[in-house]
């Protein structure tokens, strides 16, 4: 049929979006850094990029049901501790480590989404006291900063392919393609989208609500776990770091807000997302490159974030009945 | 005839400020198990006084919430009324003087921000305060230049964060005080508190009934942004100077303070009372879990387990959709 | 198939009632707002469960507890409020509930041929399958709900009111799609206001009133004059108070209103109303007359037109300006759950919320003045409370409304908007409300209220605006308010209005 297109397009504005703001960053990035974009540069900013990337991806799950995740760091932080425990040894036992830190991952998110669904317990508060039990194992796990990890797969992980692609990314791309493709395309990420969107709709349908809740959290768990594992690819130590944890947390919205994920849930993607964090580390990056002195950058990741956020509010101008307003 | 007026009573005590004070009560007992000092009126007294700054920061963090709202940018704003007013003490004795007021109107300012954002805007609150936050910090880190700032605060921060005046009482904890009684009195005597309780059960009908529910929302930001501001120029009084991460272990204790306290997440319900036990609660809860010798993480397992707990006791009922 | 007939006795909305339904057959059901034609569906889709009575299937008795149970049974229900999800598209919405899938997976290309099948079914093939609901107009939307149910391959297809929001050109459509499915040997229930709908697709029709179906015939056996008199029939004749002398029609308007429009949903109204006199507003729910009383009231955004108070011309830009004193507008919400009041808060803090800055100084509330103010409201009311601090949740449907009003009382107001005030009270309250209105009146108030209850609009009101797709359509006055010219004025019998041009007409 004609116009397929232009109404992918529009499906798609907010990742698409996202995704040309962030080609946009990039190439300025990219060709004015003063050494080129060589290899290593290229891997070093992707390894950045793809942790909070995937932070972000599981952030995503969660905010498209019309939920928050507010411990999603700090699972990510219990993950890494973990795995400085289980992920070293013979090729076996790594393997078995691996599984163990994703098991786990997805049991912080489960119990997230079972007091959030049986408790009726609101997501926020709820995440942020799941996430201080999380942060507490994890510092049970790793008392002071140590630990090891299977050094080879670390580097397999975090160098370059042959041909100079960062590792990352392709690990990036295998997580798009196992888990959030088939999830967007499964009846209960459809259900997940449904419900964000207008849970009344999704009852009347026959859409079923809690299961498409419970997928989401738990799905969003078991990614943070994986970011944990990569973080300790990175760091090759365990770290029980609150600041680490929370920093992510506020990371993952900024970069669900930037890909065009609405915070009302029902709309964006995880790929967005992707890009949106992103495009928050180049934003960063972009200040060294042009000789700015790094302190503006906080400053500067801010400002963009609250003029992203003030983006959003253009639908205001549409409205005709105020009591639209007031939901 | 007393019946009735006990049963009336007993019908507006709020089952989960009851709680609150019991779990004060039992936290104590337990801890006198390990030591009679935890009965002591120094103790006490001394843990007021470190209560009095998470209390500072829940009264600005309880009033948002009541309006179904959240502030998220309290870590920075925090630490932004530290630096503020430090950095004004440095400029000499006119910023001695100032060095208060300069630190709790940068919290006001800031405040502003995110209830424009809120109210005008309509951006979730939950992302707006975390951009304000980001600025907050961008901000200081300019201001600074990245390392702790070297001003010390000034005289009278010093004084009303760490002295005594009367009985030996801890000039924090007056502070609390006053800030407590004025919060009650603006939520529960003027028509700004009665609006705020409106907004948070029903926005549609506060502004259908001609409330001026923008104006509002945007004055209790502000109000949270210097309350926050102002738990940072204690805080800064109380170490003599501030520091980067001064904010950070202040966010989540603040909102669970006023949760376990009674409040709605939802707003529109919610007594100050409650506030304060969850307050104490929460200050005495780690105090007890450090003099245990509980290590770290066991005080975060606790805590969030407390938490979780007494919501699925007490904080369910009311679901988002009604 | 043997026909479906259910029958059930209930306390408020539906008594005792009837309904048979055979295969291949189109079966209007008639009534006016509130007869119990919409709790009907409700139960035979599965979303409410009766309290009393049966509903049987193929001669089998069965009772849904779900929606999706109804569905299962093949009952497909198109409702007024739409339940399409609007961030999905089209095709998704269509397969919402039982999609195609290929290895656990939803296949995309077997979902679109079921959509686009759907759609063609439905008569809406012009709508892409992968268009976001949200983008959609209302029309397009509701012949997408339309699919939606088509694709369940339902037995019996149930319309409420399917036909309200669509465009001339849809309604065409729909008409060749609905007698096509009964040659295919669906069962189709109809309900709509539309009486030349009605004529041209029913093969049988059902007549509700007041909760009780008063009968059943075949199509073209009585003529629309028999059909109103069976919808009118009432049961209580509920005494209104006398109306008082009437407002000499030469004084200066208080409230004047000039060619007032709205986003196409409100069409050049003009109108004025004087101190003293009650102004009903008529017509079938949702024809814009709860948009005229928003728009009055400074809710509605670039709006057009004059508004006038006191000769003056007034921007009235929210309620906070409304009720200035200079306007001393006061608006009776819809719905007084949502909108009226705060029910978790106290009596005394609904009651003196809308008052509270003629209550306060410099921001504080004068409690005493509060307290004895709340006192007179409650005593003029005869609000039943267990005292004032009582959660207004606590109170009885009839005085919660009475809340609504008196918190509005509290101000004086000079101009009352009412929004159905009485629906779902009992009738003590409605007879203490009618005589409210008298009194506000009386005591040179300017009223305009809008009720769905025809019985109301003449017995309270000095004149009516019946209203018709935004529009006025016919000014009653008078001896001329009478429930039969309401109802055909209503129900737009005779000419098809020319929109935006309202004209004069008298009863059939």
């Not at chain 2, 879990?289 to 509980?294: A, E, G, K, N, T």
């Not at chain 3, 089209?90 to 686009?116: C, H, K």
Request: with cysteine; charged share 15%; aromatic share 6%.
């Amino acid at each position: 049929m004609s116009g397929d297109w232009s109404y992918g397009l529009r499906e798609h504005k907010g990742t698409l979006l996202a995704f040309a703001a962030f080609v946009m960053m990039f190439t300025i990035y990219a060709t004015n850094h003063p050494a080129g974009l060589n290899a290593n540069v290229a891997t070093t900013a992707a390894n950045k990029g793809v942790l909070l990337a995937i932070v972000a991806m599981a952030q995503t799950l969660v905010v498209l049901t019309s939920g928050i995740d507010l411990s999603v760091g700090m699972v990510m932080v219990l993950a890494n501790c973990l795995a400085s425990w289980t992920v070293v040894g013979s090729p076996l036992m790594t393997t078995l480590g691996v599984l163990e830190v994703l098991l786990a991952g997805s049991v912080c998110g489960a119990i997230n989404g079972l007091i959030v669904i049986y408790g009726r317990l609101q997501p926020i508060v709820t995440t942020i006291a799941t996430g201080s039990v999380f942060y507490g194992v994890a510092l049970a796990l790793r008392r002071v900063p140590g630990g090891d990890v299977n050094a080879s797969l670390a580097d397999a992980l975090t160098g370059q392919l042959p041909g100079g692609v960062p590792a990352s990314l392709a690990l990036l791309l295998a997580l798009v393609a196992i888990v959030w493709l088939p999830y967007r395309r499964s009846a209960i990420g459809r259900a997940a989208y449904a419900v964000g969107s207008s849970e009344v709709a999704a009852y009347m349908s026959g859409v079923p609500i809690r299961r498409a809740k419970f997928v989401a959290y738990t799905l969003s768990g078991l990614l943070a776990s994986v970011a944990g594992l990569f973080l300790t690819f990175i760091t090759y130590t365990g770290e029980a770091s609150a600041a680490n944890g929370s920093t992510y947390t506020l990371y993952s919205i900024a970069a669900v807000v930037l890909g065009g994920v609405s915070l009302f849930g029902g709309s964006g993607s995880a790929i967005g997302a992707i890009f949106g964090a992103l495009m928050f580390r180049t934003i960063g990056d972009l200040l060294f490159v042009f000789n700015v002195e790094p302190l503006w950058q906080p400053l500067f990741q801010g400002v963009v974030l609250v003029a992203a956020v003030c983006m959003g509010s253009v639908r205001l101008l549409r409205i005709r009945n105020r009591l639209d307003l007031y939901g | 005839m007393l019946r009735g007026r006990l049963g009336n009573m007993c019908r507006h005590v709020d089952p989960a400020i009851a709680c609150a004070f019991g779990c004060i009560v039992v936290v104590l007992l337990i801890g006198s198990l390990y030591s009679t000092n935890f009965l002591s009126p120094e103790y006490l007294l001394q843990q007021l006084k470190v209560a009095s700054f998470l209390g500072v920061i829940a009264t600005g963090m309880m009033i948002v919430i009541l309006l179904g709202q959240i502030d998220l940018s309290v870590p920075w704003v925090v630490a932004v009324g530290g630096m503020m007013a430090t950095a004004a003490t440095g400029w000499g004795p006119v910023g001695e003087v100032l060095a208060i007021p300069v630190g709790i109107g940068c919290g006001i300012a800031l405040g502003l921000v995110s209830g424009v954002g809120v109210a005008f805007l309509r951006i979730p609150s939950m992302v707006v305060t975390l951009a304000v936050n980001a600025v907050a910090q961008g901000l200081m880190v300019v201001h600074t230049g990245g390392f702790s700032p070297q001003d010390s605060s000034s005289l009278a921060m010093r004084f009303i964060a760490t002295g005594h005046t009367l009985l030996g009482i801890p000039n924090a904890l007056l502070v609390w005080v006053a800030i407590g009684a004025a919060a009650v009195f603006l939520l529960t005597r003027t028509t700004f508190g009665r609006t705020v309780y409106a907004i948070g059960n029903r926005e549609r009908a506060a502004y259908l009934s001609g409330a001026r529910t923008r104006t509002v929302v945007m004055a209790a930001f502000a109000i949270s942004g210097g309350l926050s501001a102002f738990g940072g120029v204690l805080l800064a009084g109380y170490a003599s100077k501030a520091a980067q991460a001064m904010g950070d272990p202040y966010l989540l204790p603040a909102i669970a303070a006023v949760v376990l306290g009674g409040t709605s997440i939802l707003g529109g319900r919610g007594n100050y009372l409650g506030t304060v036990a969850g307050v104490i609660l929460i200050t005495l809860l780690q105090s007890i879990l450090s003099v245990m010798q509980m290590e770290e993480f066991g005080r975060h397992i606790t805590y969030g387990v407390v938490i979780v707990a007494m919501l699925l006791i007490y904080g369910r009922g009311r679901r988002h959709s009604d | 198939m043997q026909g479906v007939s259910k029958r059930y006795g209930g306390v408020h909305a539906l008594r005792d009632a009837a309904l048979v339904i055979e295969p291949g057959r189109i079966h209007a059901v008639l009534g006016e707002n509130g007869a119990g034609k919409s709790t009907l569906i409700k139960i035979m889709a599965g979303v409410v469960a009766p309290d009393e009575g049966r509903m049987l299937l193929d001669g089998q008795p069965v009772s849904f507890a779900s929606p999706a149970a109804a569905n299962a049974a093949g009952i497909a229900c198109i409702f007024q409020e739409l339940s399409l999800i609007p961030d999905l598209s089209v095709a998704d919405n269509i397969a919402i509930s039982n999609p195609p899938r290929r290895f656990g997976l939803i296949d995309r290309r077997a979902q679109r041929r079921m959509a686009e099948e759907a759609l063609a079914r439905a008569g809406a093939d012009n709508i892409h399958p992968m268009a976001l609901v949200k983008d959609l107009s209302l029309s397009r939307r509701q012949m997408v709900e339309i699919a939606k149910a088509l694709a369940r391959k339902p037995r019996i297809l149930i319309l409420d009111e399917a036909t309200s929001a669509l465009t001339a050109a849809d309604v065409t459509r729909i008409y060749g799609v609905l007698k096509r499915l009964r040659s295919e040997g669906l069962a189709l229930v109809y309900i709509s206001h539309r009486m030349h709908e009605i004529v041209e697709l029913a093969d049988e029709c059902t007549v509700f009133c007041n909760g009780r179906s008063v009968a059943s015939f075949a199509a073209g056996v009585k003529t629309d004059n028999e059909i109103v008199e069976l919808m009118i029939g009432r049961e209580y004749n509920a005494a209104f108070p006398s109306r008082v002398a009437r407002v000499a029609s030469n004084a200066a308007p208080l409230l004047e209103v000039r060619h007032l429009g709205w986003t196409g949903r409100l069409n050049d109204i003009s109108f004025q109303l004087r101190a003293g006199e009650v102004i009903g507003l008529g017509g079938l729910d949702g024809q814009g007359q709860r948009e005229l009383l928003l728009a009055l009231f400074g809710v509605l955004h670039a709006t057009t037109g004059e508004v006038l108070v006191d000769g003056r011309p007034m921007t009235i830009s929210g309620p906070h300006a409304a009720k200035r004193k200079n306007i001393g507008m006061a608006l009776i919400p819809e719905d007084r759950k949502t909108e009226g009041l705060m029910l978790p808060m106290s009596v005394r803090d609904n009651l003196s919320f809308a008052a509270l800055g003629t209550l306060s100084r410099w921001g504080i509330i004068d409690r005493p003045a509060e307290r004895d103010a709340v006192e007179r409201i409650v005593r003029l009311l005869a609000v039943r409370t267990d005292g004032t601090e009582m959660q207004a949740a606590s109170l009885s449907g009839g005085n919660q409304q009475k809340l609504v009003i008196g918190k509005w009382l509290m101000m004086a107001p000079r101009i009352v908007l009412l929004n159905d005030p009485t629906r779902g009270i009992d009738v003590g309250t409605k007879q203490e409300m009618y005589l409210l209105l008298r009194e506000l009146a009386g005591a040179g108030a300017a009223i305009l209220f809008y009720s769905t209850d025809y019985d109301e609009l003449v017995g309270c009101c000095d004149r009516v605006l019946v209203m018709y797709d935004g529009a006025v359509k016919c000014e009653l006055t008078g001896a001329e308010i009478t429930e039969r010219a309401l109802i055909s004025n209503a129900l737009n019998i005779g000419a098809e209005i020319v929109k935006g041009h309202a004209m004069q007409a008298t009863a059939t």
